[in-house]
């Protein structure tokens, strides 16, 4: 089975052996021939997909009442994924979303690492550091990189850590937020495994 | 009493009846006759500061021990004011210094509102949006404008909070995050009266 989850750069493919990029730019989808499963964010890709046949759009299996009207299909799936927890997804962006007793809560958005690394070097040179994911969330800062990685970090663990709720860490930096939410369970097939969940429960229409 | 507060764009002066800004780029320090109490972030002016006589560098009067030596003078300056306190300096950059027992704990910088407005836009078109100052934070947001104003406030207001300490708002968006911080005290003059007040403490050195 072929899956695949389109974002705003790369085709992102899952197959039982391996998974595997290719850039939006140049890839062309009609080149695959067998049945792909796939999710996309990226809107100027949606009317080219929507006329092969053999790519099967999953959010149409997908109760959208339960969500907003413009939140990332991405998201939606990461929260089917779940029963009940906080999934940090942590990309270009970090989303965060909440769900219980099987109930999307509500999500927020936050910069990912190397957007805000360059937030904090277009204010000031004097704060162009990257961020210490080693510095200990425990002690306020006294001294530059800490000010900054504190500034960026502690305020979401803070409210993440707020609900009280297990933490699932997706996405392509995952492993570095691993080191401040030290807890968190690392799921980097989140979202794969949501769809393949969905292809289940939708098997008498899908295959 | 004049007194000078010198960032990276203007000359901030206060005297007994008025404050007025003029820029960096075209002011002159040495149009001034009078004594100017000034303190100065900006270190493409300190040498020709130090060369007028007129001009007096308050920062010289700190026990800079106290601090880190990349710590900016104005948040020096915003500490020595209060004895307890968490202190929201709003302005390209936010700062936040925690005061214990006249002592200075530490402290974090976080991205000022335009800096991170822009940060949301760059990551996506999708997230150009104005940050809604009169979204509940109480509630996990289910629209994007609320996704990444509750992103940006939330995860600030949770860990100053957690601090369970006095706020004190100051800066040129100090009244944008009083919608947030309700029960912060906001004082626009904390620098200059933080100034005066070293002053005072070194009158037989300074007048």
Redesign the interface.
């Known amino acids: 089975m072929l899956l695949c989850d389109i974002g705003?750069t790369s085709y992102h493919f899952c197959n039982e052996n391996r998974e595997y990029k290719e850039s939006v730019k140049s890839f062309d989808p009609s080149s695959v021939k067998e049945k792909v499963y796939y999710i996309c964010v990226n809107k100027a890709l949606h009317v080219k997909l929507h006329s092969l046949s053999n790519w099967i759009d999953l959010s149409e299996y997908i109760d959208k009442k339960k969500?907003?009207?413009?939140?990332g299909i991405d998201r939606i799936f990461a929260v089917e994924a779940i029963n009940e927890g906080v999934i940090i997804d942590a990309g270009?962006?970090v989303t965060?979303d909440?769900v219980k007793n099987n109930e999307f809560?509500?999500?927020?958005?936050?910069?990912?690492i190397q957007?805000?690394r360059?937030?904090?070097e277009?204010?000031?040179p004097?704060?162009a550091y990257s961020f210490n994911f080693e510095c200990d969330l425990d002690?306020?800062?006294?001294?530059?990189q800490?000010?900054?990685s504190?500034?960026?970090l502690?305020?979401?663990y803070?409210?993440v850590m707020?609900h009280n709720l297990p933490v699932i860490l997706t996405g392509g930096d995952a492993l570095e937020f691993k080191k401040i939410f030290r807890d968190a369970k690392v799921d980097e097939k989140l979202i794969f495994n949501s769809m393949k969940k969905i292809i289940l429960q939708n098997e008498d229409r899908l295959c």
Not at 67 to 71: A, I, K
Not at 105 to 112: H, L
Not at 139 to 144: A, E, L, Q, R, V
Request: charged share 10%.
């Open positions: 705003n969500y907003y009207q413009t939140m270009s962006a965060v909440v809560v509500g999500g927020f958005i936050y910069p990912g957007a805000m360059k937030t904090y277009n204010i000031s004097a704060l002690i306020m800062p006294k001294n530059s800490d000010a900054i504190y500034g960026y502690k305020t979401l803070s409210e707020s």
